[in-house]
């Protein structure tokens, strides 16, 4: 059985992420904000808060290292941002990092993924 801080993949914190309602993936839009296309909302950086980062190292590759943005809106809807780690960004928008930098952040993981 998992214990808490052994969430060791991406693909296991997303299945966690998804069994408590964390399905919908954010963009960034053309016009420099994030984007929930199911829900048709985009947001500014005060709209949002990251309620936890994870970061994953790729073995033998530092282009598999990835970061993933765990957030939640005003309104409750939660979501996520997936990313290269780095210089390897996957975001190649003008502004994804300075946006990301503007979040709130207010770690939630023990009520996030073990609750």
Request: glycine share 6%; no cysteine.
């Amino acid at each position: 059985m998992e214990k808490p801080g052994e969430m060791t993949t991406l693909s296991r914190v997303l299945e966690r992420l998804h069994e408590r309602g964390f399905d919908h993936e954010l963009k960034m839009s053309d016009h420099g904000r994030l984007q929930n296309t199911e829900a048709q909302k985009i947001y500014n950086p005060e709209d949002l808060t990251i309620i936890k980062t994870y970061r994953f190292e790729g073995e033998s590759d530092p282009s598999d290292s990835s970061v993933l943005y765990v957030l939640e809106d005003q309104d409750g809807e939660k979501g996520y941002v997936l990313d290269a780690y780095g210089a390897y960004s996957s975001h190649e928008e003008a502004g994804f990092d300075e946006f990301i930098k503007k979040i709130k952040v207010e770690d939630r993981e023990e009520q996030l993924l073990f609750a």
